[in-house]
């Protein structure tokens, strides 16, 4: 009798006991479940990838003082996006980017005004942060020396010796380039005969410029750093003193920094 009555005691105990063996299993299982689902990667749909920023291997944590004052300059017209400074040469400009025609900066200043020298620009197909793997920028090849003419005077070697950078403001960054090459080019639009998304396509534009096949050419013997397709080139294009095809400097991406 005692027996049985210990049983009767004894099995209540030993299910509670289950009970609470269980429960604590779930919890832990649960535990294991919600920690694996909080290491699940978001979404990887295009759509939800971020542009690239410009070269942030370059970018410097310090600021340095904007000498462009974009209010002002963007309250004359809104489509000013940048401002170009090649020492050595009076290429001290706005850089202006017509949302309407490519061409529209060809024969006009930047208050929208009718002047043959027009304007140094960039088409619509370039993101105007310059965060593109390649960025053209036109300017004419003016008599009086004005707007890009003066990028012949790298045609000079000891002149493309002396003069190693440029620099692009923007109302956020100063870019400092470093010229890589100097050289009669076809008469290609270049935005628009090279797939640049297409990292063999650019590794080959990277080398063409380092050793252009022109018999008119000035190159960087060394360079800050091997040219590889995280990099970013702006192109600067103008005409030739004479006969078809353009002339071409090329600089890359060399320091990113941010401007008060």
Known sequence: MSSNKGRKILIPIII???????????????????????????????????????????????????PIDFKTLRKTNSEAVAWIYVPGTNIDYPIMQSLTSDDYYLHRDINGDYKYAGSIYM??????????????????????????????????????????????????????????SSYVYDSRHIMNSFNFADNDVFEEYLNFIQNPRSATRN???????????????????????SGDGRYLLQGVLTKDELTR
């Not at 299982?29 to 694996?36: E, S, Y």
């Not at 978001?42 to 944590?61: C, F, L, R, Y």
């Open 16 to 66: 509670i006991i289950i009970l609470i063996l269980l429960g604590f299993l779930a919890v832990n299982i649960l535990g294991v479940f919600g920690d694996n689902v909080e290491l699940l990667p978001a979404s990887t749909d295009a759509s939800d990838t971020a542009p690239t920023e410009i070269s942030a291997k370059n970018v410097d944590v310090n600021t340095v003082k904007n």
């Open 123 to 180: 088409e619509y197909c370039n993101r105007d942060d310059f965060s593109d793997r390649v960025t053209v920028l036109y300017g004419h090849n003016m008599a009086n020396g004005s707007m890009f003419a003066h990028l012949h005077k790298f045609g000079n070697s000891d002149f493309f010796k002396k003069h190693k950078k440029f620099y692009i403001y923007t109302d956020k960054r100063k870019l400092t380039y470093q010229i890589v």
């Open 219 to 241: 190159t960087r013997e060394k360079l800050d750093h091997n040219l590889t397709t995280d990099d970013r080139v702006v192109t600067l294009s103008t005409c030739l003193n």
